[in-house]
């Protein structure tokens, strides 16, 4: 039997036991039904699936529907464009093997142009590099097949908790939403970066966090150990170097890297964002 063949039949007995526990507790648990419903118009959280193989669709699709969810399928590029044109989703899960199609650059275009949280999924535990490179591209959490639907709903659920909550930062302190330094403007509630001439720059999920752990000390020398909590986005990822991201985001942020402005070495301790922050 093949791995596809494989992981689609532990998928199904996935499934089929789900459906029996199910079954003996029809009841949700207290306090799961609400993370199912949009928070800013409580209706069904809108879940886009991007899937090539049609029976892994129509199962997840079926099961999310089951949980109070509204599932909108997508078997490429094409179909999750014309979706996106009609409206945006709550969150997207997106298989990253999708036959003729890349995965990672659907990826990286969803994220160009949306902040919308985005679910990975992988072809096997193995294939570690798809996953590290999906989550530096903006990933929020991953899956790895074969997987149970429990899990697949454990992580939407968290995905959208984090989401809410960080709406919900935003509107009591709508200070923290906007900051100016150097020239350059973040918008902490779009995750938009405009550089001083007002062009838009991209950040990976990872340049992102460490951009926000500066913002929060601007001009206090921080640890590498204390950035590398700050940007941590997975355990798998946990102990990369944090140098690496201080280079990739300096060179988005520096006129000249090898003569740093904005983020500075601090010999001994770490790196300091030596310019002033402001917030608008």
């Given at each position: ?49 991007v899937e090539d193989d049609p029976v892994m669709l129509r199962m997840v699709g079926d099961y999310l529907e089951q949980q109070n969810m509204r599932p909108v399928s997508a078997s ?94 935003s509107r009591l302190d709508p200070e923290r939403g906007r900051w100016k330094f150097g020239g350059w403007q973040l918008d902490r509630r779009t995750r938009r970066l405009t550089d ?85």
């Open positions: 039997m093949g791995r596809e063949s494989a992981s689609r039949c532990q998928l199904k007995e996935a499934i089929a036991l789900h459906h029996d526990s199910g079954s003996r507790n029809a009841t949700p648990p207290f306090g799961q039904s609400d993370l199912n419903i949009n928070a800013a118009d409580n209706r069904p959280a809108r879940i886009f699936i490429g590029r094409q179909e999750m464009v014309h979706h996106f044109a009609a409206t945006e989703p709550d969150l997207v899960v997106l298989d990253l093997r999708l036959g003729q199609e890349d995965g990672l650059d659907l990826l990286r275009e969803i994220r160009s142009r949306s902040d919308v949280p985005i679910i990975i999924i992988t072809g096997d535990r193995r294939d570690e590099i798809d996953r590290v490179v999906g989550l530096e591209l903006g990933a929020d959490d991953y899956v790895t097949k074969p997987f149970s639907l429990r899990e697949l709903l454990a992580r939407i659920r968290a995905v959208l908790r984090r989401r809410d909550a960080g709406r919900a930062v001083p001439n007002g062009g838009e720059v991209v950040l990976t999920k990872g340049e992102y966090a460490l951009l926000i752990a500066f913002l929060d000390s601007p001009q206090r020398p921080l640890s590498r150990e204390h950035l590398l909590q700050a940007t941590r986005v997975h355990e798998d990822i946990f102990d990369r170097s944090i140098d690496v991201q201080i280079l990739r985001l300096r060179r988005k942020l520096e006129t000249d890297v090898t003569t740093p402005r904005i983020i500075r070495t601090e010999r001994g301790i770490g790196y300091v964002f030596a310019v002033p922050v402001q917030p608008l």
